[in-house]
């Protein structure tokens, strides 16, 4: 791949993002996209308040891959996701639109196409009024009301993609999902109404396992984007200038031992830092995506693909804090120091707080690391989360799963500055996965994971 002759070297500092105001590229709404935004901080406005507060809890066991809840307009939530077919009748695609109060689906996809590949995709509210929703090898644009097909494209990489991010000129971008040994990944643009490429699709220099992140600056009155992009040893960085997708000089190693720590998930940008947890492809990670098409076998891989699995590696689980302005400055904390750490899902950064919250799936394990200077284990908690947490800033409250050794998965409230445990409540589930926690703006979340689906609420 030719990228051109473009060099941008930018020093940016990320100011905090204010909650209450639209995300560019994006229906207005609180949470319109995984994490909340493309910074994936992972913030919530407002608050719980669980100690004033009863928790009640509608669950739904509607035997689908629950991925992912968003808002578009308020209250309107859309839920998007997979078949959980490792094997037998092809899997597909699906979104539904949702009912807050009971859970049942108010209109539902036609069977989205996905290549056969099964992994967990995403679905965002875009500026445009619709749903976009990729899942496998496919993108899809839909009707927000009857969530009809309005467009369709095969992307250019058979694989799996994983997370797909609008930008502040409405442009949408994915990417497919590699491993070691499997490549470079593509990273594709498009226009969110026609769904047709933007430019050709880049080719990173590595494969790459977690999400992108991104954020928009105007620097010197002009309006830059960037994101990056966690690869197999460097996380890097793309740029949007002009109009054109470029690969600029900014790189940071945050891998070396390759048989000592594994992938990076998802980046968490925040207060002029990346934010990163490495340690990811566990083995049910990496036998999903050594097989094509992803995830499909000719017989049921039963508890092979479970994460508790021992992890691959000696290491423990880590940390990391990479500096925007310096991608030189890579700082590591193991809040566990245990052997053989593993995640499924990326760490997050509370600036109002300066903690960040790192867990460990395989070993078990919870953690708030001090930012403020070196960082430092603030505390600890003996749970075992798996999946993507949600914060709530003014209020200093973490929500994340705690998957108990009795096979209950449930959601947890947690002190954000103490560690204290302040709320436990039973989703009704027995299957933890890496899937996402959103924030509802009415004292409550969202929880998906496979086969259930669950609203909490505080009163």
């Known amino acids: 791949?030719?990228?051109?002759?473009?060099?941008?070297?930018?020093?940016?500092?990320?100011?905090?993002?204010?909650?209450?105001?639209?995300?560019?590229?994006?229906?207005?709404?609180?949470?319109?996209?995984?994490?909340g935004g493309n910074r994936r901080q992972k913030a919530g406005i407002g608050g719980l308040d669980v100690r004033n507060g009863t928790a009640s809890v509608v669950s739904s066991k509607n035997h689908l891959w629950n991925v992912m809840a968003i808002e578009r307009e308020r209250g309107q939530w859309f839920v998007g996701g997979t078949m959980a077919a490792f094997s037998g009748p092809p899997p597909h695609g699906w979104v539904q639109r949702i009912d807050p109060d009971t859970l049942e689906p108010?209109?539902?996809?036609?069977?989205?196409?996905?290549g056969e590949?099964?992994?967990?995709?995403?679905?965002?509210?875009?500026?445009?009024?619709?749903?976009?929703?990729?899942?496998?090898?496919?993108?899809?644009?839909?009707?927000?009301d009857d969530l009809s097909v309005l467009a369709e494209r095969k992307l250019p990489a058979d694989r799996a993609h994983n997370g797909m991010l609008a930008l502040s000129d409405g442009t949408i971008v994915t990417k497919d999902l590699r491993l070691e040994g499997q490549g470079g990944t593509t990273i594709t643009r498009l226009d969110p109404d026609s769904l047709e490429l933007?430019?050709?699709?880049?080719?990173?220099?590595?494969?790459?396992?977690g999400r992108?992140?991104?954020?928009?600056?105007?620097?010197e009155g002009e309006d830059t984007e960037h994101i990056y992009v966690p690869g197999i040893e460097h996380l890097f960085r793309l740029t949007l200038h002009n109009g054109d997708l470029v690969l600029d000089d900014w790189r940071a190693k945050y891998r070396n031992e390759h048989d000592q720590w594994g992938l990076a998930w998802d980046a968490c940008l925040s207060e002029g830092s990346v934010w990163l947890m490495d340690c990811g492809d566990v083995e049910s990670v990496r036998m999903i995506h050594n097989t094509l098409p992803n995830g499909r076998w000719d017989e049921p891989p039963g508890a092979s693909i479970s994460w508790r699995r021992p992890a691959p590696w000696t290491g423990a689980q880590r940390l990391l804090r990479v500096s925007i302005d310096d991608p030189t400055e890579v700082e590591t904390i193991e809040p566990f120091g245990i052997p053989g750490g593993g995640i499924i899902a990326p760490p997050v950064?509370?600036?109002?707080q300066a903690m960040a919250i790192a867990w460990d799936s395989v070993n078990g394990g919870l953690a708030g690391v001090s930012t403020d200077g070196a960082l430092d284990v603030a505390w600890h908690l003996d749970v075992r989360p798996s999946m993507q947490p949600v914060v709530f800033p003014d209020t200093g409250e973490l929500v994340i799963n705690d998957f108990?050794?009795?096979?209950?998965?449930?959601?947890?409230?947690?002190?954000?500055?103490?560690?204290?445990?302040?709320?436990?409540v039973a989703t009704g589930s027995r299957i933890a996965n890496g899937m996402f926690l959103s924030a509802g703006g009415d004292r409550d979340v969202w929880y998906c994971t496979t086969t259930v689906l669950a609203r909490i609420r505080w009163r």
Not at 3 to 27: A, C, E, M, N, S
Not at 198 to 209: K, R, T, Y
Not at 349 to 352: C, E, R, Y
Not at 404 to 424: K, M, N, Q
Request: aromatic content about 6%; glycine content about 8%; proline content about 9%.
């Open 349 to 352: 950064h509370v600036p109002d």
């Open 117 to 144: 590949h099964v992994w967990c995709g995403a679905i965002l509210a875009h500026a445009n009024g619709s749903i976009h929703s990729v899942n496998g090898s496919y993108i899809h644009r839909l009707d927000p």
């Open 198 to 209: 933007v430019g050709e699709p880049l080719v990173m220099p590595e494969g790459s396992m």
């Open 404 to 424: 108990t050794e009795a096979g209950s998965d449930d959601v947890i409230v947690v002190d954000i500055a103490t560690g204290e445990l302040i709320d436990r």
């Open 1 to 35: 791949m030719v990228w051109g002759d473009k060099i941008y070297d930018f020093v940016v500092t990320i100011t905090p993002l204010d909650r209450t105001q639209p995300h560019p590229g994006y229906w207005p709404s609180a949470w319109p996209v995984e994490c």
């Open 106 to 114: 108010l209109a539902t996809s036609p069977e989205l196409p996905c």
């Open 212 to 219: 992108i992140a991104a954020d928009h600056h105007v620097i």
